[in-house]
């Protein structure tokens, strides 16, 4: 069974960091690209990243390029999100995921920015 | 970018077909793919590639489509299906984009 599980979240202040992670199982995590895709409250679903299975290449929008870096550890099935240089405009529950349609989803973890 | 444009909100009655639609600014071919969410739920993958369902997702969805036009059916309606539903196009990397949600509602 695929199982994704994401931690690190909470609240922060705006312009500083926080990195989040996800661990992944149930499936060979090295042969798959993975993503971040966050929902603010009340609102819709926004893609955030993108890595591929070797993590030289990696994809971001325009509203987070510069500020998040995406990378993975292959040897410990996980998936992480820097997010530096945080803004109010970036709450939201962030969700990993896999491929670049999303068959999986974990629970998502929740980022606040907020003084 | 290519931007998903779907109706906002869509009121149908129990037993109902409904037609849900996706319009894409620019062509996607068939990679379209389809999400249901309900309420403090994570998004659940209905349909992939337009038109294939996913495993264990009833066989009142279905979708079909291609190039800029999609459309997700539900036949019949049930009460379990009231929630928002989202298209996601993966056809341009970056980025991939999702439409704005169209939430189903019953009469």
């Known amino acids: 069974e695929v199982q994704l599980v994401e931690s690190g979240g909470g609240l922060v202040q705006p312009g500083r960091s926080l990195k989040l992670s996800c661990a992944a199982s149930g499936f060979t995590f090295s042969n798959y690209y993975m993503a971040w895709v966050r929902q603010a409250p009340k609102k819709g679903l926004e893609w955030v990243a993108t890595?591929?299975?070797?993590?030289?290449?990696?994809y971001y929008p325009d509203s987070v390029k510069g500020r998040f870096t995406i990378s993975r550890d292959n040897a410990k099935s996980s998936l992480y999100l820097q997010m530096n240089s945080l803004k109010s405009e970036d709450t939201a529950t962030y969700y990993c995921s896999v491929g670049d349609w999303f068959a999986y989803w974990g629970q998502g973890t929740l980022v606040t920015v907020s003084s | 970018d290519t931007v998903l444009t779907q109706s906002p909100a869509l009121a149908v009655s129990l037993g109902q077909r409904v037609t849900i639609s996706c319009r894409a600014s620019k062509s996607v071919s068939t990679y379209m793919h389809w999400y249901q969410q309900k309420s403090g739920q994570q998004p659940k993958l209905l349909i992939y590639s337009a038109s294939n369902l996913e495993s264990g997702v009833p066989s009142r969805f279905s979708g079909s489509g291609s190039g800029t036009d999609f459309t997700l059916t539900i036949d019949p309606v049930e009460a379990d299906d009231i929630a928002n539903y989202y298209c996601q196009q993966s056809n341009e990397l970056p980025p991939l984009t999702f439409g704005s949600g169209t939430k189903l509602e019953i009469k």
């Open positions: 890595i591929s299975t070797s993590g030289s290449r990696t």
